[in-house]
Nanobody, 114 residues
Framework: QVQLIESGGGLVQAGGSLRLSCAAS?????MGWCRQAPGKEREFVGA???????RYGDSVRGRFTITRDNRKNTVYLQMNSLKFEDTAVYYC???????????WGQGTQVTVSS
């Protein structure tokens, strides 16, 4: 069972930046992020899959960047130009494929004030 520990959530003003981190207990092929806002379905944010493919959801492409440190089994989500609608609980995920993750973190709250 892969354990995921997220950090870095918080409150930020619109237009600001925030970076999330997620450390995994062991290496997996793919690590990424999804988010869920109140009353909405979980949404794919982005993922990094070995050996280096990165993809993003349409709503964050160009503003968010995913990087990965394989030595530390850690994935990062750099969020720039944050909007009010980015407010959500952000979940780290890991597994063999970014299209169906097997492991999930507890989630970290990101709140963007308008």
């Amino acid at each position: 069972q892969v354990q995921l520990i997220e950090s870095g959530g918080g409150l930020v003003q619109a237009g600001g930046s925030l970076r999330l981190s997620c450390a995994a207990s062991e290496r997996t092929s793919s690590m990424g992020w999804c988010r869920q806002a109140p009353g909405k379905e979980r949404e794919f944010v982005g993922a990094n899959t070995w050996p280096g493919t990165t993809r993003y959801g349409d709503s964050v492409r160009g503003r968010f960047t995913i990087t990965r440190d394989n030595r530390k089994n850690t994935v990062y989500l750099q969020m720039n130009s944050l909007k009010f609608e980015d407010t959500a609980v952000y979940y780290c995920a890991a597994g063999a494929s970014s299209y169906q993750y097997e492991y999930w973190g507890q989630g970290t709250q990101v709140t963007v004030s308008s």
